[in-house]
């Protein structure tokens, strides 16, 4: 025996109102995932940091932990690293979202991901949608803007490396870059560019 058309729409509806409900309820109860320490690796050198420890910093400007011994053997003053740890991007949800969808962003994501990925899974298959989600859920966290301590809270990952070789690597090619660009504004054949004699 079939059911009639209105009370199976009616049965769909509240099967529907029911699976949403539990899914809402067991977000609430079972916590998002989100980033408690950041690895910094180097072939078999590990260090990490807690992001308790980071946050704390960028709040207070005071280090504390190994995160207070790294920076006073760097030279490195407290209140710049929390400066850093705040600085806040203002960026569209929807419009991130997209942007980092087309072919562009793929790109620009997939080199991020060769440097920062959860711990000891490097593969694109994992780290890309982990920095898409870090993104997005921490745009949406912080109504808009994303700094660093948000985009590890929603790092959906209990431990996101960084790797210390790549990110140098990128390092050296921006200064390379910036170098470059410097020697090219600052050439003394500025004479030629401006079509002096």
Known sequence: MRLSTPKRSRRRALLALAT????SISSLIVPAQAAKEV???????????????LAYLAETGKARGLLADILKLGRQDPADVAK????????????????MSTRIGDVI?????????????PAPSVSVPAIRAGVIN????????????????????????????????????????????????????????????
């Open 20 to 23: 949403g409900l539990g899914l």
């Open 84 to 99: 850093l740890l705040n600085q806040k991007l203002d960026l569209p949800l929807v419009l991130t979202s997209r942007l």
């Open 39 to 53: 690895a910094f690796v180097s072939g078999a050198f590990k260090r990490s940091i807690s992001v308790a420890d």
């Open 138 to 197: 921490g745009l949406q966290m912080g109504s808009g803007g994303l700094d660093a301590i948000r985009f590890l809270e929603a790092y959906p990952a209990e431990v996101m490396e960084v790797n210390i070789p790549a990110l140098m690597a990128v390092v050296q090619k921006a200064e390379s870059i910036a170098g470059l660009v410097k020697f090219f504004s600052e050439s003394p054949l500025d004479g030629l560019k401006n079509g002096d004699s």
């Open 109 to 121: 994501i997939r080199r991020v991901a060769t440097i920062i990925y959860p711990l000891k899974v």
